[in-house]
Protein backbone atom coordinates (compact mmCIF):
# COMPACT_ATOMS: atom_id res chain seq x y z
CA UNK A 1 0.00 0.00 0.00
CA UNK A 2 1.33 3.79 -0.74
CA UNK A 3 1.66 6.02 1.42
CA UNK A 4 2.34 9.27 0.79
CA UNK A 5 2.94 11.87 3.72
CA UNK A 6 3.41 15.75 3.36
CA UNK A 7 5.15 18.18 5.11
CA UNK A 8 6.30 21.61 5.10
CA UNK A 9 2.74 23.52 5.33
CA UNK A 10 2.43 26.23 7.79
CA UNK A 11 1.94 30.18 7.98
CA UNK A 12 3.38 32.59 5.81
CA UNK A 13 2.98 36.10 5.37
CA UNK A 14 2.16 37.23 1.26
CA UNK A 15 5.32 37.46 -1.25
CA UNK A 16 6.76 34.57 1.20
CA UNK A 17 8.10 30.77 0.33
CA UNK A 18 7.54 27.54 1.34
CA UNK A 19 8.49 24.32 0.13
CA UNK A 20 5.93 21.38 0.34
CA UNK A 21 7.67 17.65 0.53
CA UNK A 22 5.85 14.40 -0.06
CA UNK A 23 7.93 11.12 1.07
CA UNK A 24 6.39 7.26 -0.06
CA UNK A 25 7.26 5.93 2.90
CA UNK A 26 6.80 2.29 1.04
CA UNK A 27 8.97 3.54 -1.82
CA UNK A 28 6.28 2.92 -4.62
CA UNK A 29 5.92 5.63 -6.53
CA UNK A 30 9.01 5.74 -8.28
CA UNK A 31 7.43 5.27 -12.22
CA UNK A 32 4.39 7.04 -11.23
CA UNK A 33 3.31 10.65 -12.26
CA UNK A 34 3.26 12.65 -9.03
CA UNK A 35 0.88 15.74 -8.41
CA UNK A 36 -0.01 18.47 -6.01
CA UNK A 37 -3.51 19.62 -5.49
CA UNK A 38 -5.20 21.78 -2.95
CA UNK A 39 -8.51 22.67 -1.65
CA UNK A 40 -9.74 25.68 -0.08
CA UNK A 41 -13.14 25.61 2.45
CA UNK A 42 -16.12 25.02 0.33
CA UNK A 43 -14.20 25.33 -2.95
CA UNK A 44 -13.15 21.94 -5.51
CA UNK A 45 -9.83 20.33 -5.16
CA UNK A 46 -7.64 22.38 -7.70
CA UNK A 47 -4.74 20.98 -9.59
CA UNK A 48 -1.68 22.50 -8.93
CA UNK A 49 1.04 20.60 -10.90
CA UNK A 50 2.44 17.26 -11.69
CA UNK A 51 4.95 15.91 -12.93
CA UNK A 52 6.15 12.46 -14.59
CA UNK A 53 8.14 10.03 -13.42
CA UNK A 54 11.36 10.79 -14.40
CA UNK A 55 10.96 14.86 -13.84
CA UNK A 56 11.35 15.71 -17.54
CA UNK A 57 7.93 17.03 -17.95
CA UNK A 58 6.36 19.07 -16.07
CA UNK A 59 2.73 21.17 -15.77
CA UNK A 60 1.36 23.57 -13.62
CA UNK A 61 -2.16 25.32 -13.22
CA UNK A 62 -2.49 28.67 -14.33
CA UNK A 63 -2.91 30.20 -11.09
CA UNK A 64 0.47 29.36 -10.05
CA UNK A 65 2.64 29.37 -13.08
CA UNK A 66 6.02 31.06 -12.70
CA UNK A 67 5.01 31.49 -8.69
CA UNK A 68 5.28 27.41 -8.10
CA UNK A 69 8.17 25.18 -9.09
CA UNK A 70 7.29 20.88 -8.70
CA UNK A 71 10.41 18.78 -8.59
CA UNK A 72 11.40 15.24 -7.51
CA UNK A 73 14.06 12.92 -6.13
CA UNK A 74 13.57 9.02 -6.60
CA UNK A 75 16.60 8.51 -4.55
CA UNK A 76 14.62 9.67 -2.02
CA UNK A 77 11.34 9.07 -2.51
CA UNK A 78 10.42 12.61 -2.04
CA UNK A 79 8.09 14.80 -4.15
CA UNK A 80 8.62 18.45 -3.55
CA UNK A 81 6.54 21.54 -4.44
CA UNK A 82 8.84 25.43 -3.90
CA UNK A 83 5.87 28.36 -3.62
CA UNK A 84 7.12 31.88 -4.22
CA UNK A 85 4.96 34.68 -4.12
CA UNK A 86 2.84 33.49 -2.07
CA UNK A 87 -0.50 35.47 -2.28
CA UNK A 88 -3.72 34.96 0.01
CA UNK A 89 -5.60 32.79 -2.44
CA UNK A 90 -3.03 30.07 -2.32
CA UNK A 91 -4.30 29.40 0.91
CA UNK A 92 -5.72 25.82 1.45
CA UNK A 93 -4.78 22.27 2.47
CA UNK A 94 -2.19 20.85 -0.09
CA UNK A 95 -2.05 17.21 -1.22
CA UNK A 96 0.13 14.79 -2.92
CA UNK A 97 -1.32 12.45 -5.10
CA UNK A 98 0.32 9.33 -7.22
CA UNK A 99 -0.93 8.12 -10.55
CA UNK A 100 -0.38 6.99 -14.13
CA UNK A 101 -1.31 9.31 -16.13
CA UNK A 102 -0.65 13.17 -16.25
CA UNK A 103 -3.74 14.66 -15.72
CA UNK A 104 -5.43 17.70 -13.86
CA UNK A 105 -7.91 15.51 -12.90
CA UNK A 106 -7.99 14.45 -9.09
CA UNK A 107 -10.32 11.49 -10.06
CA UNK A 108 -7.38 10.25 -11.88
CA UNK A 109 -5.10 9.91 -9.08
CA UNK A 110 -5.28 6.85 -6.95
CA UNK A 111 -3.12 7.44 -3.95
CA UNK A 112 -3.13 10.21 -2.05
CA UNK A 113 -1.50 12.06 1.42
CA UNK A 114 -3.32 13.25 4.03
CA UNK A 115 -2.60 16.61 3.25
CA UNK A 116 -0.55 19.95 4.58
CA UNK A 117 -2.16 23.39 5.61
CA UNK A 118 -0.95 26.74 4.17
CA UNK A 119 -1.74 29.45 5.43
CA UNK A 120 -0.88 32.52 4.07
CA UNK A 121 -1.57 36.16 5.94
CA UNK A 122 -1.31 39.75 4.78
Known amino acids: QVQLLESGGGLVQTGGSLVLSCADS????????MAWFRQAPGKEREFVSA????????YYGDSVKGRFTISRDNAKNTLYLQMNSLKLEDTAVYYC???????????????WGQGTQVTVSS
Open 51 to 58: INWSGSRT
Open 97 to 111: AAGYSSSTNPNDYMY
Open 26 to 33: KRTFSRAT
